[in-house]
């Protein structure tokens, strides 16, 4: 056990030795994406062309993301806030609909039901998977609930048995946001089929990354026509067929141009090509990372247990369980701090609880006289602090760990010893 010689050492933060050296390779070991001379050529073969504005590449790129994530119907969008909106407008979410959403997301997974006339209703997490706790959303169904969202946090599969089972219960459409978890399998199939649609993310942070983009996926003609109909005015001519939309070709229905760049559709389809076997090198390093760190007290993995048939796709913002009673109670924070001053690269890693944002309690977006969250509601339908204790409080009990994207033995070794030292000498710093 390396490990070992490490524990015995001062703490960096007591003027001990550092656990993990410096190192210029390092740079390569967390660079993302990974980009090669095929993803340079074929975005110059786009620019060259000038064909940035096009969709010829974009459905290339859409024919072959859907294939492979396994859905017949893959749209291209501008991002993946977009592809959200989209989304939520596919399943019909209008004015006073709710959207159930958990509360620990970024952003962009509920706020853009605003601009529908629709409102949010903020579910809590389970403190395990940290996705959305299917017993807490039956407690949020209302006769105006419309859709869950469902989002895969941090590269983990939600519980999707228990949630799609209470859709169909209370017939509520189902929207998965991927953003964090492209190739994540849930029981076996890959996260984003389970949904009546599914939107994500593929902005240059994340673990699909082409730039400033998104996807989204159903198999539903009816909604793939509604998504091409609200912001694809471009497609309408030969995409519509449903009499409803037909006659309203020409125009977008939302007032909005979701159409993705070319560069990024181009890059897209390079990605892709690449995509399932960089994803295994970082499941692999991660994994090693957790497997050096078994059985060390305060600290657990955020992964499905091994047995699960689920993983975590590309890990996107990887974090750990933080469990201050097993380390008398110390603080994240200085766990935190004690972990970077052995050169860890720990951080804070969850959004902060979307419930209590001043966007969601206050803002009159769009001038109704009152809060646009409850501009259209019957009642006041607003969370105050501590209505959701786990999305609350889970901020002290998680921390963000370093995410490798190259399964290097010798240094995720290192980093392991970082977090096991500051773990097994956590009374030195009470
Ligand atoms: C990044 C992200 C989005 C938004 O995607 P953009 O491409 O940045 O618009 C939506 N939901 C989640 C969970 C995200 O992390």
Redesign the pocket.
Known sequence: MTGVSATQCTLALRGGPKAVPDDPGDEALFHWPIVTEEDEQAVLDVLRKGTMSQRDVTEKFEAEFAEWIGRKFAVGHC??????LAAMHAVGMGRGDELICPSV?????ALQAFSLGATVVFADIDPESLCLDPADIERRVTPRTKAIMV?H?CGRPADMNAILHIAKKYNLAVIE?V??AHGALYKGKMVGTFGDVAA????S??SFAVG???ILVTDRREYYERVIAFGHYARHATELTLPELKGLAGLPLGGVKGRMNQTCSAMGRVQLKYYPRRVAEIQNAMNRFWDLLEGVPGIRPHRPAKDSDCTMGGW??PVGHYLPEELGGLPVETFIEAVNAEGGRCGRGLNAPLHLHPVFNQADVYHDGKPTRIAFSPEDIRQPIGSLPVSEGIDQRAFGIPYFKHDNPRRIQQFADAYRKVAENYKALL
Not at 200 to 203: D, E, F, P, Q, V
């Open positions: 991002n993946g806030t977009m592809a959200l997301t970024y952003w962009a997974s989002v946090y946001d953003s964090h994500m993310s593929l902005m942070g994340k400033e983009a998104g996107y913002n």
